[in-house]
């Protein structure tokens, strides 16, 4: 009777934006191991029939929100532990890679291409290497060499994480199972775009993904994938990608060349996912909007600054043109903002009374530009512990509900307002610290706006010092024909 496989699992999962003050620790990251590693996919618990006859063995997996880049030191404490459990776990046949492709680390331009590469050199050549990424992740030759299997999230906001976890996992052991190394393709797009203008709700971004199942329906195509890729990190493989794996080296090369032309094609087509403007011009429209209750809540995206892209999250503009409105002010219109990350503010306050006065500066210890930390003079309103920001309160001012946090966090779940006493359908505006509205936001919103504001996610890549991007790119390039070779393994 065959052996059972067996198939190692690990990964370090981060989003980091080169443009960011911040610097992600251990701190930022929640670890796992063992069975607590296993239990994070649903396909082992029960082990669906294709995961049947297959010993799967957890190393380390480290997540946290983005951020800026990973401390080296930090890096290297789990590159060390993930490479050491690869030594001590025996003869492998394959590994999921369960990352997100996006990460820097402090002196890397290839983080996840350094990592696969510590992997192999324990590995070796022969057991399958298959990755799990997030599309705004970026696919380096180096990745793409070490691994046998690539695919990611086809959706943004992305509602198939664990889908995609699992067609990874599943794909590897059939692999193995046909004991056939995979054909791969990837074609490189040189396109450089914010998640903010490729959301797949919208058109062509919606388009393009929509061909992935005709594309893997194809005899001899076992996985194709899309990589809008990563537009704030600063590094040659910055750029979008075309992945197409199979048992057939003849349908994988045409399948990637097809889908990096349709990419390419609709370059010109990617626009704001929202109608956008500065903060004052968002605010203008928003304030005069929700006169009609249709338009309630109205949310702005205060997008520059948004933690789940990397941003510093204390980044103080957004709030202090909010606090410069005479109708916030004064209580005439209801609204929050969400949020500051500032656990020294937090500390001074928690502890009183709920309904004292409190003065209190917050924010800009991090991201420190124009106009640096901001003083509320206000009222204690709320204090509540959340699972993502610790402790949090909330400062009111005039008509306006400040909230502060003690861990960077994105505002994305509506029960995190109300732990703070907010029902967003209750209040005339709400500005958080975010890019694309996630699901819950998106439908509670009235209405809309992208601010295009400051950070270290500026939105507005113009504004952005790019020195290391492979050019030319679009669009900051335009007037270039691309070149979309295919790269076979």
Known sequence: MPRPLRVAIGGIHIESSTFSPHLSTADDFEVTRGDALLARYDWLF?????AADVEWIPLVHARALPGGAVDRATYEVWATELVEKLGAAGPLDGMLLDIHGAMTVVGSDDAEGELVTAIRSVI????????????????SQVLFDACDLLTCYRTAPHVDVWETRE?????????????????????HVPILLPGEMTSTREEPA???????PEVEA???????????GFAWADQPRCRGAVVVTGTDATATTEAARELGGHFWAARDEFAFVAPTGSMDECLDTALAAVADPARRP????????????????????????????PEIRDGSRRAVFASLVD???????ADQPLGSPVRVTAGGRIDARDPGPLPLDGILEAVADDPDGGRCVSVRVGGLSVFVTSRRMQYRLLDSYARLGVKVDEVDLVVVKIGYLEPELFDAAGDWLLALTPGGVDQDLARLPYQNVVRPVFPLDRDFTADLTVVTG
């Open 124 to 139: 070796g050549p022969e057991p399958f290497v298959s990755a799990a990424m997030d599309l705004h992740g970026n696919v």
């Open 167 to 187: 067609r990874a996992a599943r794909n590897l052991v059939e692999a193995l199972r046909r004991q056939q190394r995979p054909h791969k393709a990837l074609v």
């Open 343 to 349: 656990p020294l503010a937090v500390a001074q306050i």
């Open 206 to 212: 919606r388009g393009l993904y929509a061909r992935i």
């Open 218 to 228: 194809r005899n001899g195509v076992v996985d194709a994938a899309i990589w809008i």
């Open 298 to 325: 109205f949310f702005i995206s205060d997008s520059g600054d948004n933690p789940g892209a990397g941003g510093a999250d204390d980044v103080t503009f957004a709030p202090e043109r909010m606090l410069a409105r």
């Open 46 to 50: 029960p082990t669906q029939p294709w």
